[in-house]
């Protein structure tokens, strides 16, 4: 069985990876699509046969260390009960539809093989995400679905709103990611060895007898919700899923209608022994059930495209799933999950014929085509058909038509306070930040001769220095290099942070920067030679299309982009789970700093990426007479 699960996830990695080595032909495209598809399933359905022949144990399989140094230990282990059985099976069963819907659907699309990359890369990391046996494994996995649903947002790269909103959900995405990131810290500091899975529920057999205190369970606990709402679209989060339809149908009907919306659900099915512990953290997780049903039932009906229209109403059904898992009704939310699932993904891959056949219709007939819906008001006594005041009836739809006006809530209380600082840490002269920035990193030589000193107390005024390079970064517009040295600095600040707190930490904080400072270089290289004839300051917010005019450097760019942010391609997607362990250890404060220069670095990168790369070729560079 270890192998089955083994051969289940690393499939769509070599489908990957054959697609990547084969020339961009359609047919071989296709060929290599549909036999990895295939190999995929009969793994998965030998596992589940195996599992269910077993007599559906809870099986974990612990392949190896990929680190181990003192206490710490990251394994690399796997996960299957219940819950990852069905989301492995509709993950297949979807994707293959998906794979096979393709094959004609894109068909002389230019961009063929990048869809089909990206939507392997993505069943890799949705299979990592469910068969994940602990926090770390599932956040690795969490990471790559983020990226694959980025590039899949803005696979229309010559039309500028699909790049806003790919840009903007992976905003959401990253504030998520706080949730994550210091939910991992602390499952290392409460639970120790026993944060995997399959030891949770085992934690809190005695309920006289808690593994945590009340308040760190109900801080972690809170942490765990806001990851699952930012993921699955719940309030306030409401607002990124309808504007992430800009891609392909097919990639919003995997996405965002069947598969990534729900594992914001799968993340409080996993985690569930943690926050259903105390009553308060239900009742909060059926709090957002309930808005989010509210908010997403009447911003349905303002929607004036049928693609927005089923976003909205699967955002409804995980609101209800919200509060299903708040009653504790389990394998209730496993069938409500497979259910509108399958109907979300159908509903999606027909809409285009639907409005095709409407428009044929339409344009066949003489008068004027209304489509009429049999609504239920139609079926009321008229006594009580319109019992509301037309003021507020008017008021409803005004708040339906802007959507409660979330979006606009959200970069209040989050972005703009962080811009607002940000800018004026930029507006410092130059020479000022200079002696600043001298004087913190004196203080790390200072730290290691002055031995009365509280290295702590030291380590402050560095942790500052880190936030505020990673604001000046988030808010630096006109310059792409001084946000690439903004980022890497902060992210060599906390290292240095780190170690200063914790002198035997050195060698981990070496590992950290041997992910980070070779991206930061790459990408300094890539950018000049990029820059080299642009005045990116002229015009900041014009998108350069350079993935179009120079493919290989965009790539190289991309690549460095990953590494920056602690994609789990380098070692600093390990070191940042390393920082987190060694300094939170001593002094738990530092987790929020570094936290949020971690997730705010991958913005700023982000945009820099999305402002050079992306756009139309032919509304930069002018025709040539």
């Known amino acids: 069985m270890n192998g089955l699960i083994l051969a289940s996830l690393f499939l769509p990695m070599l489908g990957f990876l054959l697609i990547l080595a084969s020339a961009p032909n359609e047919h071989r495209i296709a060929r290599i699509s549909l036999w990895t598809a295939r190999l995929m399933g009969s793994c998965v359905l030998t596992l589940l046969a195996t599992w269910s022949a077993y007599g559906f144990p809870n099986h974990e399989f612990v392949w190896f260390d990929l680190y181990a140094r003192g206490d710490y230990h990251f394994p690399i282990l796997f996960y299957l009960d219940v819950v990852g059985a069905t ?27 990048r869809f089909f990359l990206t939507i392997f890369g993505f069943s890799f990391g949705l299979n990592l995400v469910i068969l994940s046996g602990s926090i770390d494994m599932l956040f690795a996995g969490w990471e790559i679905v983020g990226v694959c649903s980025f590039l899949l947002i803005a696979f229309y790269r010559h039309r500028p709103q ?17 949730g994550l990131l210091l939910g991992a810290w602390m499952s290392h500091l409460l639970f120790h060895e026993s944060q995997h899975f399959s030891e949770l529920a085992n934690l809190f057999d005695h309920a006289a007898m808690p593994p945590a205190g009340y308040a760190s369970l109900l801080f972690l606990s809170w942490l765990i919700v806001i990851a699952a709402s930012g993921k699955s679209a719940q309030f306030p989060f409401c607002f990124w899923l309808p504007r992430a339809m800009e891609g392909p149908t097919p990639s919003s009907a995997i996405f965002y209608g069947a598969l990534s919306i729900h594992l914001g659900v799968f993340l409080l099915l996993r985690t569930m022994p943690i926050w259903s512990y105390h009553y308060v953290s239900r009742l909060v997780v059926l709090a957002i059930g309930l808005l989010t049903i509210v908010v997403a039932s009447l911003s349905e009906k303002t929607q004036s495209n049928i693609k927005g229209q089923i976003a909205y109403a699967s955002i409804t059904q995980v609101g209800f799933m919200f509060v299903e898992l708040a009653f504790g009704l389990e394998p209730l939310v496993l069938m409500h999950f497979l259910g509108n699932a ?19 219709v339409e344009g066949s007939v003489d008068t004027d085509f209304v489509i009429k819906p049999s609504a239920m008001r139609d079926r009321l006594p008229y006594s009580i058909r319109d019992t509301l005041p037309g003021v507020l009836q008017n008021t409803l739809y005004v708040f339906a038509l802007q959507e409660g006006n979330l979006e606009r809530l959200v970069r209040m209380s989050l972005w703009d306070p962080l811009k607002a ?27 290691k001769l002055q031995q009365s000193v509280d290295p702590a107390y030291l380590s402050m005024p560095v942790s500052l220095a880190m936030v505020l390079a990673t604001l000046g970064a988030f808010s630096q517009n006109r310059n792409p290099l001084r946000v690439w040295h903004a980022i890497a600095l902060s992210c060599l600040l906390a290292g240095a942070a780190v ?17 980070i400072v070779p991206s930061w270089l790459l990408g300094i290289f890539v950018l000049k030679r990029l820059l080299r004839n642009e005045d990116f ?29 602690g994609f789990p391609i380098t070692p600093a997607f390990l070191g940042e789970d390393l920082l987190l362990a060694h300094a939170t250890n001593q002094h738990p404060w530092f987790a929020l700093p570094i936290t949020i220069a971690f997730v705010v670095n991958g913005i700023a990168a982000a945009r820099v990426f999305v402002r050079l790369c992306m756009g139309r070729p032919a509304e930069v560079r002018p025709l040539e007479t």
């Open 342 to 360: 399958f109907l979300r993904c159908y509903q999606l891959l027909v809409s285009p014929s639907i409005v095709a056949h409407l428009l044929r």
């Open 162 to 178: 699909p790049v806003r909103n790919a840009l903007r959900a992976y905003t959401i995405y990253r504030f998520c990611d706080v």
């Open 537 to 565: 300051a002229a015009m900041p917010f014009r998108y350069r299309a350079l993935a179009e005019t120079q493919p290989g450097w965009s790539l190289l760019l991309f690549l460095s982009f990953l590494g920056l942010v």
């Open 87 to 113: 989301y492995l099976f509709c993950a297949w069963a979807i994707f293959a539809i998906i794979v096979r819907y393709c094959r004609v659907y894109l068909h002389r699309e230019s961009g063929y093989k």
């Open 421 to 447: 600082i940000g800018s004026r840490a930029n507006a410092v002269r130059p020479a000022i930040k200079y002696l600043v920035l001298f004087s913190v990193l004196a203080l790390i030589p200072v730290s």
């Open 499 to 515: 170690w200063m707190m914790t002198p035997e930490a050195a060698p981990d904080v070496l590992l950290f920067a041997s992910g």
